[in-house]
């Protein structure tokens, strides 16, 4: 039982292990283009890292592999690139893919800076990552009910 139960345990911890430095590395590979995208657009780095985290499963789900969308961006009727299809909320819905990632990140950054219902947050300071976070859900970015909190504890 002692084995069977310690087994149990080492493989949890090389779960946890892996999980965790697959999200370090996605934090090292594109740190730069979300701390970039702030300095350009005013969206807190740390916020624009843990979406993508989040949305593209530390960049290992099909439409960041396939389409290069690390932020869960739909098509929406003015994309005028090339699209995914994808279930989500609904069977077969379409999301932009982009030629690279750096794409998905500067899209994320307009999809947030030019639309109204976003427009709230830039009144926040980019260090106020919980309001950004809380901002985000009461905007609708994501139907999961968790959001912000998914996002403060990354």
Not at 121 to 141: Q, V
């Amino acid at each position: 039982m002692h084995k069977i139960l310690l087994f149990v345990i080492i493989m949890f911890s090389f779960f946890f292990v892996d999980a965790q430095n697959k999200t370090e590395r996605y934090i090292a590979k594109y740190s730069r283009t979300a701390i970039n995208e702030m300095n350009k657009y005013s969206i807190p780095a740390s916020i624009t890292i843990a979406q993508g985290i989040l949305e593209s499963g530390n960049g290992e789900s099909r439409l960041a592999i396939e389409g290069n969308n690390h932020f869960g961006i739909k098509c929406h009727s003015n994309w005028n690139g090339e699209t995914i299809i994808e279930d989500d909320d609904e069977k077969g819905e379409c999301f932009r893919k982009y030629p690279a990632v750096e794409d998905s990140y500067r899209d994320h950054s307009l999809f947030l800076s030019e639309r109204e219902r976003y427009s709230f947050l830039f009144k926040y300071k980019r260090t106020d990552y919980r309001k950004w976070a809380k901002g985000l859900k009461k905007a609708g970015y994501a139907t999961n009910a968790r959001y912000s909190t998914l996002l403060t504890d990354l």
